[in-house]
């Protein structure tokens, strides 16, 4: 059978280089499973491959949405096993890498096969949202999936709002649809899967970061941030209300998000640098118990 290698690890481990490698020793493609590096114009904050990182090797779902597309895991993959039956009938191997856990899982594990979400529906639910509050996001929730209710973060206001959208766009409730089997257990792979997990001790993980951090906003990350927002009419005047929990996923993460609120004019730059290396720290900390616990029980 053809084998996908799936290299995993926490943020700014060193992920790409290790794929990078792979694939010259196998002469492959690099299929990105990154939830940001798939947005253009994003290159520095979600650490994309560069084009000499690429030179030579085929990459795929990098730089190829828009950033104001909605795009989920579920979409994620069936597009990219719709690639991997492609790109198995010339390579008997290839390279997949990125830090997104619902990515790689829902390629290698499937998923709950719940309903896609008309985008009129979506913005109702949003602007209701706003209007409300989450106070409104949490009673309809427990009108609608009494059963969701108990098991979501309810402080979640991104949860919530998916779980009354999924409700509403069906006429059932959400969590009928997530106790299905997921697909890949009725339906085994039609490739292997072999994971590499990059590792280094906490203390480098955590130098490397800080680190990272600071070249990214030598590199010109400001100016990427503030061409997004303005591309996705995010206001930046911080007199203007704006709730931060209904940004759009592609700048909906660590990065932009602090710097959004630099420019707003309620942090410092220099305390938003920090709260970008924390958030970091964090989220590589989350990687990690989550990769560990996957490959745990493969």
Known sequence: MPRLIVIIGATGVGKTARAIEVAKQYGCPVVSADSR?????????????????QAGIPHYFVGCKELDEVYSAGQYA???HALLQDLFTKHETVVMVGGSMMYVDAVCHGMDDIPEVPAAIREEVRMEYQQKGIEWLQQEVQRLDPVYWQQVDQHNPQRLMHCIEVSRASGQPYSCFRKREKHADNHPLPFDVQYIM????????????????????????LQEAQVAFQKLHIPLDGN???DY???????????YKELLRYFRGEWTLQHAIEM???????????????????????
């Not at 798939?38 to 990182?53: F, K, N, S, V």
């Not at 929990?245 to 990065?255: F, I």
Request: charged content about 25%; some cysteine.
């Open 245 to 255: 929990s209904t940004l759009p996923n592609s700048v909906n993460t660590v990065g």
């Open 37 to 53: 590096q798939i947005y253009r114009d994003l290159p520095i904050g979600t650490a994309a491959p560069t084009a000499q990182e």
């Open 78 to 80: 069936r597009d990219c």
């Open 240 to 242: 203007i209300e704006l």
């Open 198 to 221: 990059v590792e280094r001790p906490r203390e480098e993980l955590y130098e490397r970061i800080n680190l990272r951090v600071e070249q990214m906003v030598e590199q010109g990350l």
């Open 276 to 298: 970008i290396q924390q958030n970091s720290r964090h989220y590589a900390k989350r990687q990690l118990t989550w990769w560990r616990k996957s490959l745990a029980n493969e």
